[in-house]
């Protein structure tokens, strides 16, 4: 069970948390790889007994800040089998403190072997509680490393030493740890960025080597239909965007094709049950005499949805993938989810150019018309900043036909959330909730 966990949480799609432990004052390197506070590879006594986390509270946190930990924790419950439980008198437990003495985002690797360990998320100097940087720092403590450190790394990126401050270099050695029969994933939410510890601003410390053949194949983009994965109507092509796109009294009706199993079926379950919990909608299977639906298929040719409520039936298809791949990442799913609710895709927005340039040189011929821009009465962005983290944004890289960035973001550390398929961002989960007219944002 446990190992069946670490093989699902490695192919979360997800954005890289920032490379937490950059100089302090003294400008003594502070961690290990920046946030790891051990150096070998998770043995398997090291592994949580169960998979359950005992867990307390050190002093310091707010009401608000615990909640947001607990929720990451439930991030890792809903696609694995660990549980988090809070300690009650157990001998061993992780005590989750923002230790201002020595602040940090940080984590000891798996169980060790004492009364309890550290996981600690600094309050302030660190961005710690930085969206899915909880998240991060709890699957260190799961038993995870980074990927970067992945013995077949330099098969998939290059490290570009001579722009690494020398004091951090060790952060870039590689382990011996287990990829338990994965490949490598240039998305886990455990990948450094490609700036992490440079000497400079704009200096890049680690190159990918097969981003083009991993964009090309991105499932969401081979779809043949608008911006790879959108299905409209010629109103919706026209710019016509109304309330009637919105599903009646918030209840979406959705129906299976019978080619797909029963395994990719729970899978597609767990993302209807993410949006529910985020929102006021309400996913339920279609009865025969039901007039409109989401019939969702796993035809060839990648990731697709029709765009908000039809009045008929509509699809939603998930080309099948091996579970957390592909169509399967749990984070596509709620994105193809998300495009049947009524989203567009957040590069789209009207306000697009104040926050990523489209560098359209890079642009594969003829994909052009995927970075169209909408205005104001097209798409709304419900009173929520543009975001960078939103699940609904493309990759840096979407239809590059040389591996260079299509989308750069104006804030160069962006690149590192942009196309993340772990979650929505709080600004997604906001935009459904005013869409939906839900009676309080969650």
């Known amino acids: 069970m446990f190992r069946l966990f670490i093989v699902g949480l490695i192919f979360m799609p997800a954005w890289t948390a920032p490379a937490t432990g950059q100089d302090d004052s003294s400008g003594e390197p502070l961690l290990v790889e920046g946030d790891i506070l051990k150096r070998n590879a998770v043995l398997k006594e090291q592994q949580w007994p169960d998979g359950i986390i005992n867990y307390r509270f050190d002093n310091g946190y707010s009401q608000e800040q615990q909640q947001q930990i607990i929720s990451a924790m439930g991030l890792i419950e809903a696609v694995s089998c660990v549980r988090f439980i809070e300690s009650n008198g157990s001998t061993h437990y992780v005590l989750i403190t923002p230790n201002p003495s020595n602040p940090s985002c940080s984590s000891q690797v798996g169980v060790v072997e004492q009364r309890h360990q550290n996981l600690t998320l600094a309050t302030t100097k660190f961005d710690c509680f930085e969206e899915h940087g909880i998240v991060h720092e709890l699957l260190h403590t799961v038993g995870l490393w980074h990927q970067h450190t992945a013995p077949n790394r330099d098969d998939y990126v290059k490290i570009i030493y001579e722009n690494i401050k020398p004091e951090w270099a060790y952060n870039f050695d590689k382990l011996n740890s287990s990829d ?263």
């Open 180 to 442: 338990f029969g994965v490949p490598y994933d240039y998305n886990s939410l455990l990948h450094y960025p490609n700036d992490a510890f440079a000497k400079a601003p704009g200096l890049i410390t680690m190159e990918a080597i097969k981003s083009a053949t991993r964009m090309e194949t991105d499932p969401e983009l081979t779809a043949a239909y608008y911006e790879g994965d959108m299905m409209l109507s010629t109103a919706q092509r026209n710019g016509l965007i109304a309330n009637t796109y919105r599903w009646p009294e918030r209840i979406v009706y959705y129906r299976f094709s019978s080619n797909i199993d029963q395994q990719h079926r729970a899978h597609i379950l767990l993302g209807m049950k993410q949006i529910e919990l985020s929102s006021c909608l309400t996913f339920k299977a279609a009865s025969k005499q039901q007039p409109y639906y989401v019939n969702v298929t796993a035809e060839s040719g990648g990731c697709y949805s029709a765009v908000g409520f039809r009045n008929r039936v509509q699809q939603v298809n998930l080309e099948t993938y091996p579970i957390d791949t592909g169509c399967y990442r749990l984070g596509s799913i709620m994105h193809e989810l998300l495009h049947a609710l009524g989203f567009y895709h957040q590069q789209s927005a009207a306000d697009r150019d104040d926050y990523v340039r489209v560098a359209y040189e890079n642009v594969i011929d003829g994909k052009e018309r995927n970075f169209q821009k909408y205005d104001d009465n097209t798409v709304d962005n419900f009173d929520q900043p543009y975001d960078y983290g939103s699940v609904m944004h493309y990759t840096p890289y979407g239809f590059s036909k040389n591996g260079e960035m299509t989308l750069v973001p104006l804030d160069a550390k962006a690149a590192a959330i942009m196309g993340q398929r772990l979650q929505m961002s709080q600004a997604d989960i906001n935009k459904l909730n005013v869409m939906y007219k839900c009676p309080k944002l969650v």
